[in-house]
């Protein structure tokens, strides 16, 4: 099945749900582009976002499809990490003003601002992608720090997604060793989804569990001919980063293909903008992250028994995510005090569904293999080691989850594993 006709909807037999992505149109192929024309045909006014980078790689083509329109930029620096935040959300909101369509010139973070401003103001957008970095493009869920919290907010998707393997070939290598990376990653996450359907009764699909496996099988077929910029490639690995995103509408969560080690990669992010300190492209963080959850779970494996639960003193907890997250710690702990995981008995559940919850952890390839399967994209871990000390991956380990409400192999790591130093109380 094509993306197009998947975009029609599917009658799912597994979970008994109607899936459903009211995207229009996805065009993955050499100057797909050029589709822009007609994809605008009705409208006049375009208000168009880009940062420099962006608009170097895709912007010139971009205009001449959009030949003869009234054209508003918002063209954000090249120069800085571009934060998804309320100061770039004001930036594309001031320029709104009559346009009818917002077309969007990047990858992560152009493509959740667009998304964001679109869908609480009611106008279209269309993403001309620029790099196969990420699976969002396809997803219902906007990655925004708001508050300086990362938050994947519920938005709507775009009319259309455009991605032209001639501008995606030329992608920054970096960028697309994120995107292999990034699917790589969906090992850790499907787990976690599993994981928590034994633990939390979470809602399961294994129809959108089977269709995401099948993306991480034909994107690592992909490996050497992306580090050629082999344009097939490309376009197989931007295939199945446009199909995970669909997956995740289908499923009306990011679950599919977000779990523990996109939350280690979300602590760097937010701890660095927080401290100041620099941090890895997203799918590396994930890339690299997905070997770290999966050592927690040979570590898990190993224990003889999983009848207990740390509880961390109170005002020891607060003291240490203050101190980890600053400004937004406050939030974390707000956050941890609605989802009530401190105050919850999982020791019962724990004890109860132990032998599931082993044959669970155990569909996951060994950490081994993992760091094979990213060597193919020469995604080396040493460059995550040497971007982050041994305390503060420890840290991520220990606190990545308070930054999110979902419940992962973090949390029973935590649980089981939390403090070797204290009775566990179960």
Same mark, same amino acid.
């Given at each position: 099945?094509?993306?197009?006709?998947?975009?029609?909807?599917?009658?799912?037999?597994?979970?008994?749900?109607?899936?459903?992505?009211?995207?229009?149109?996805?065009?993955?192929?050499?100057?797909?582009?050029?589709?822009?024309?007609?994809?605008?045909?009705?409208?006049?006014? +375009?208000?168009?976002?880009?940062?420099?980078?962006?608009?170097?790689?895709?912007?010139?083509?971009?205009?001449?499809?959009?030949?003869?329109?009234?054209?508003?930029?918002? +063209?954000?620096?090249?120069?800085?990490?571009?934060?998804?935040?309320?100061?770039?959300?004001?930036?594309?909101?001031?320029?709104?003003?009559?346009?009818?369509?917002?077309?969007?010139?990047?990858?992560?973070?152009?493509?959740?601002?667009?998304?964001?401003?679109?869908?609480?103001?009611?106008?279209?957008?269309?993403?001309?992608?620029?790099?196969?970095?990420?699976?969002?493009?396809?997803?219902?869920?906007?990655?925004?720090?708001?508050?300086?919290?990362?938050?994947?907010?519920?938005?709507?998707?775009? /009319?259309?997604?455009?991605?032209?393997?001639?501008?995606?070939?030329?992608?920054?290598?970096?960028?697309?060793?994120?995107?292999?990376?990034? %699917?790589?990653?969906?090992?850790?996450?499907?787990?976690?989804?599993?994981?928590?359907?034994?633990?939390?009764?979470?809602?399961?699909?294994?129809? %959108?569990?089977?269709?995401?496996?099948?993306?991480?099988?034909?994107?690592?077929?992909?490996?050497?001919?992306?580090?050629?910029?082999?344009?097939?490639?490309?376009?197989?690995?931007?295939?199945?980063?446009?199909?995970?995103?669909?997956?995740?509408?289908?499923?009306?969560?990011?679950?599919?293909?977000?779990?523990?080690?996109?939350?280690?990669?979300?602590?760097?992010?937010?701890?660095?903008?927080?401290?100041?300190?620099?941090?890895?492209?997203?799918?590396?963080?994930?890339?690299?992250?997905?070997? %770290?959850?999966? /050592?927690?779970?040979?570590?898990?494996?190993?224990?003889?028994?999983?009848?207990?639960?740390? %509880?961390?003193?109170?005002?020891?907890?607060?003291?240490?995510?203050?101190?980890?997250?600053?400004?937004?710690?406050?939030?974390?702990?707000?956050?941890?005090?609605?989802?009530?995981?401190?105050?919850?008995?999982?020791?019962?559940?724990?004890?109860?569904?132990?032998?599931?919850?082993? $044959?669970?952890?155990?569909?996951?390839?060994?950490?081994? $293999?993992?760091?094979?399967?990213?060597?193919?994209?020469?995604?080396? +871990?040493?460059?995550?080691?040497?971007?982050?000390?041994?305390?503060? +991956? $420890?840290?991520?380990?220990?606190?990545?989850?308070?930054?999110?409400?979902?419940?992962?192999?973090?949390?029973?790591?935590?649980?089981?594993?939390?403090?070797?130093? $204290?009775?566990?109380?179960?």
């Amino acid at each position: 099945m094509n993306l197009n006709q998947l975009l029609k909807g599917v009658e799912c037999k597994s979970c008994g749900r109607v899936h459903t992505c009211p995207i229009e149109h996805i065009y993955v192929e050499s100057d797909a582009i050029s589709h822009l024309r007609d994809l605008c045909k009705d409208y006049t006014r +375009i208000l168009l976002v880009a940062d420099e980078n962006t608009y170097l790689a895709g912007g010139e083509k971009t205009e001449k499809s959009l030949e003869g329109k009234e054209i508003t930029r918002v +063209i954000f620096s090249g120069k800085t990490i571009l934060v998804p935040n309320e100061n770039a959300i004001e930036r594309v909101k001031s320029d709104l003003g009559n346009n009818q369509i917002i077309v969007g010139i990047g990858s992560g973070v152009i493509q959740d601002l667009c998304k964001y401003v679109s869908h609480f103001h009611k106008i279209p957008y269309i993403i001309v992608a620029t790099a196969p970095s990420m699976d969002g493009y396809a997803s219902n869920g906007a990655a925004m720090i708001l508050k300086g919290m990362k938050d994947t907010v519920p938005c709507g998707l775009p /009319k259309a997604i455009i991605a032209d393997t001639q501008v995606l070939k030329n992608a920054p290598m970096e960028m697309i060793k994120a995107g292999y990376g990034d %699917i790589v990653g969906k090992l850790s996450a499907l787990n976690d989804w599993k994981l928590s359907r034994v633990v939390n009764d979470e809602y399961f699909c294994q129809y %959108i569990y089977d269709e995401t496996y099948k993306m991480i099988d034909a994107t690592i077929k992909t490996a050497k001919g992306l580090l050629e910029r082999d344009e097939e490639s490309i376009k197989a690995l931007s295939l199945a980063l446009m199909q995970v995103g669909i997956m995740m509408s289908f499923a009306t969560t990011s679950r599919p293909a977000s779990g523990s080690e996109h939350h280690l990669s979300h602590f760097f992010e937010i701890t660095g903008i927080v401290h100041g300190e620099e941090y890895l492209p997203h799918g590396v963080d994930v890339a690299f992250s997905t070997v %770290i959850t999966q /050592k927690l779970r040979e570590e898990i494996l190993k224990l003889g028994s999983y009848d207990r639960q740390y %509880i961390p003193q109170r005002q020891e907890y607060e003291a240490i995510i203050n101190k980890l997250y600053g400004v937004v710690g406050s939030g974390c702990i707000a956050l941890q005090d609605k989802m009530k995981r401190y105050v919850t008995d999982r020791s019962k559940i724990y004890k109860e569904k132990e032998r599931e919850i082993r $044959e669970i952890l155990k569909e996951v390839p060994p950490s081994g $293999e993992i760091l094979r399967l990213l060597s193919l994209a020469s995604l080396d +871990i040493s460059q995550f080691e040497k971007a982050y000390s041994k305390e503060k +991956i $420890e840290n991520a380990i220990l606190y990545a989850k308070d930054l999110k409400d979902r419940y992962t192999v973090l949390w029973l790591y935590y649980d089981l594993l939390g403090d070797k130093n $204290e009775t566990y109380q179960g």
